[in-house]
């Protein structure tokens, strides 16, 4: 038996029975059209064109059984200076314990037109280098030579695993269109695989047939079966901001090993099922292993805590305390733990499944039943739940069951307070591992994010000049990113408010960076030059503060606007009338609040100054793609308000 399960992520495909086009040309055999081409007539606005993306999978038989060998041939099209970052190739492999992928038969050129006729460049196989990504992943880097607007690159390149569980996937789509992309994948008879077809309907091309040639594995006698797939004309992904990954929404395949048929006619199921899966995790040394291991350690360190007398809430806190207090994070993101309980308990270091692992073992010792949460973080994309693909997940968190209630934590943190998730854990839905059922818990930021801003703005004597006094109060998610970003560069959290020309009078002052339970507050004072048209003055109210254009600009969004967690922004500014000058009377109240967002905006003159205050919130953490328009609508309206100068004329 050999075969692929298919499913489809839109609905079944209906395939072409139509020969597939040749727009592999045979390597290095770059014609002068493709040199001479300055933009793409399907999207002109193009950075680069992947002309051809071919790849071809198929068994080595070794003497200890199959190796996968995974071939990918490629040529791109650089039209613009920021296409050029298209020439910088990485090549992702698999390692595990003592065994690891192997990338090998690397060759890239890169063509350009020059006086005396086309110049070709050889990649030098020495100027690759190897980045660490987590403890099962690495990733091979190198960049092409001579790459220029109106270059051609080409690369090809092999992996060889001795994972068979790792059949390698396929991406069609990506952010620059794509004139043809084919994967050929030959089975053995001796492994079924199931795969997604993501993002679209049908394939261009699509062809299953047997091998030609026989092969013989000890007393079996088999023929490949071979499936290749094509796709044409791929438009380029047009993403914008407010989005998980481009993995959820791109034309993509992905592979799982699902049955193991042996020679002797035993079969082996592998993770069919959420309930297998958590199975099989919970008999690995890497999670459940380890977190019965680290558990009898759990149990004398939370003695020495001191929680009799507690509630369980309280018992909670202290322990999570504990966890993020003394045990630092080494940034890796994963879902298996990357030491022994001994070597992590020494070294107080670990990846993110070391530390949250720990955590569940520290509750569960404390009286406090708790279970490992698997989930995805937002840049890998979100889970489908209809298909148990082990490889959707990528991390792990904490549920803590207290009183009825549930509460997700993670302990990476040291600034996250309890109960609420770092924003890249905040991804649709998470997978309790609990060996008596299956359950899903939503991965949500149920407090949202708050800011509160203050501003007092005064003019010089002449009139040219103001200088603006800042006072903010931030809660939420939001507060533990500033929070983060101010610990690790304090000058990078103001460069995130000061606009052009801007020249700073007081320098950031920042209050409760530590004292996490409460707001998040910093205030700073700048100088800058006055607008002026004629006789009057323009003053921006926010200035810095309130984004100055919309940042949804498609014409339509076939995906959601994921903004993560809700969002309230209060502002209000005092500005001090100049001497000599009056308020031009303009339109001072606007209000809108539906399902959506709510806003409003007020101007009121007051003795000497005036006050404006606007309040704009973001109703819902994510809005779907059919509520698109309405909202770009409103986040035009709001960008209009708030930008809004307030104008004196000369008396």
């Known amino acids: 038996m050999k075969k692929l399960i298919m499913f489809l992520t839109c609905c079944m495909a209906t395939f072409a029975g139509m020969q597939a086009q040749n727009y592999a040309e045979e390597f290095g055999k770059v014609k002068v059209t493709e040199l001479s081409m300055t933009s793409y007539p399907l999207d002109k606005s193009a950075e680069a064109l992947v002309l051809y993306d071919v790849g071809n999978t198929f068994f080595s038989q070794e003497d200890d059984g199959f190796r996968i060998v995974f071939e990918r041939n490629?040529?791109?099209?650089?039209?613009?200076?920021?296409?050029?970052?298209y020439a910088q190739i990485e090549i992702p492999f698999y390692v595990e314990n003592l065994k690891m992928e192997r990338v090998y038969d690397i060759e890239a050129y890169t063509?350009?037109?020059?006086?005396?006729?086309?110049?070709?460049?050889?990649?030098?196989?020495?100027?690759?280098?190897?980045?660490?990504?987590?403890?099962?992943?690495?990733?091979?880097?190198?960049?092409?030579?001579?790459?220029?607007?109106?270059?051609?690159?080409?690369?090809?390149?092999?992996?060889?695993?001795?994972?068979?569980?790792?059949?390698?996937?396929?991406?069609?789509?990506?952010?620059?269109?794509?004139?043809?992309?084919?994967?050929?994948?030959m089975l053995v008879p001796f492994y079924d695989y199931r795969y997604i077809f993501q993002g679209g309907t049908k394939f261009d091309y699509f062809n299953n047939r047997e091998g030609s040639l026989t092969n013989q594995y000890g007393a079996t006698t088999y023929h490949d079966n071979i499936y290749t797939f094509g796709m044409k004309n791929i438009p380029a992904f047009k993403d914008e901001e407010y989005i998980t990954s481009i993995n959820d929404y791109i034309m993509k395949m992905d592979f799982q090993l699902s049955v193991i048929h042996y020679p002797n006619g035993a079969d082996e199921d592998i993770v069919t099922t959420w309930p297998l899966l958590i199975q099989n995790l919970l008999k690995q040394s890497e999670f459940g292993i380890f977190l019965r291991s680290i558990s009898k350690n759990a149990e004398e360190l939370t003695?020495?805590?001191?929680?009799?007398?507690?509630?369980?809430?309280?018992?909670?806190?202290?322990?999570?305390?504990?966890?993020?207090?003394?045990?630092n994070w080494t940034g890796t993101q994963s879902k298996y733990a990357s030491k022994s309980p001994r070597d992590f308990l020494k070294s107080k270091t670990g990846n993110s499944a070391d530390i949250n692992l720990f955590l569940c073992a520290m509750l569960n010792s404390a009286g406090i039943k708790a279970y490992p949460v698997l989930l995805s973080t937002r840049d890998h994309g979100k889970i489908n739940n209809e298909h148990p693909f082990q490889q959707f997940m990528n991390y792990v968190i904490?549920?803590?069951?207290?009183?009825?209630?549930d509460i997700l934590l993670d302990a990476t943190e040291p600034l996250s307070p309890f109960?609420?998730?770092?924003?890249?854990?905040?991804?649709?839905?998470?997978?309790?591992?609990?060996k008596t059922k299956t359950e899903?818990?939503?991965?949500?930021?149920?407090?949202?994010?708050?800011?509160?801003?203050?501003?007092?703005?005064?003019?010089?004597?002449?009139?040219?000049?103001?200088?603006?006094?800042?006072?903010?109060?931030?809660?939420?998610?939001?507060?533990?990113?500033?929070?983060?970003?101010y610990l690790q560069d304090p000058e990078s959290l103001l460069k995130n408010f000061l606009s052009?020309?801007?020249?700073?009078?007081?320098?950031?002052?920042?209050?409760?960076?530590?004292?996490?339970?409460?707001?998040?507050?910093?205030?700073?004072?700048?100088?800058?030059?006055?607008?002026?048209?004629?006789?009057?003055?323009?003053?921006?109210?926010?200035p810095g503060i309130v984004p100055d254009e919309n940042p949804l600009k498609l014409a339509y969004r076939s995906y959601p606007v994921d903004m993560v967690y809700r969002n309230k922004n209060v502002l209000v500014t005092t500005i001090e009338i100049p001497e000599g000058?009056?308020?031009?009377?303009?339109?001072?109240?606007?209000?809108?609040?539906?399902?959506?967002?709510?806003f409003q905006y007020n101007i009121e003159e007051s003795t000497g100054k005036m006050i404006i205050r606007g309040t704009y919130e973001f109703k819902k953490p994510v809005y779907q793609n059919q509520e698109y328009f309405d909202l770009k609508s409103h986040w035009a309206k709001i960008v209009e308000a708030f930008n809004e100068r307030i104008v004196f004329a000369k008396k």
Not at 305 to 322: H, M, P, Q, R, S
Not at 398 to 405: E, H, I, S
Request: glycine fraction near 4%; include cysteine.
């Open 581 to 598: 000058y009056s308020f031009v009377a303009q339109d001072k109240k606007t209000s809108v609040d539906n399902e959506l967002v709510s």
């Open 419 to 434: 109960g609420m998730l770092p924003s890249r854990c905040i991804n649709e839905k998470g997978l309790i591992v609990d």
């Open 440 to 485: 899903w818990i939503p991965l949500e930021d149920k407090m949202g994010s708050e800011s509160i801003d203050s501003l007092h703005i005064s003019f010089n004597e002449s009139a040219d000049s103001v200088m603006v006094a800042f006072k903010h109060h931030v809660m939420g998610n939001k507060a533990l990113e500033y929070r983060r970003e």
């Open 111 to 185: 063509y350009n037109i020059e006086s005396n006729g086309m110049q070709t460049t050889k990649f030098d196989a020495k100027n690759v280098y190897e980045e660490k990504v987590n403890e099962h992943w690495m990733v091979l880097k190198f960049a092409l030579p001579e790459v220029k607007e109106g270059s051609v690159i080409e690369y090809r390149y092999k992996v060889i695993s001795p994972f068979i569980f790792n059949l390698q996937d396929w991406v069609f789509q990506r952010r620059i269109p794509t004139v043809y992309s084919e994967y050929t994948v």
């Open 303 to 327: 003695v020495s805590l001191a929680l009799d007398g507690k509630d369980g809430n309280e018992k909670a806190g202290a322990v999570f305390d504990y966890v993020k207090s003394n045990f």
């Open 398 to 405: 904490v549920l803590a069951r207290l009183n009825d209630q």
């Open 74 to 85: 490629t040529r791109i099209k650089i039209f613009t200076k920021a296409g050029m970052d």
């Open 500 to 542: 052009d020309g801007m020249e700073v009078l007081k320098p950031l002052e920042v209050e409760n960076v530590n004292a996490i339970d409460k707001p998040l507050k910093y205030s700073y004072s700048v100088v800058s030059d006055v607008e002026s048209v004629g006789n009057k003055l323009l003053v921006h109210p926010f």
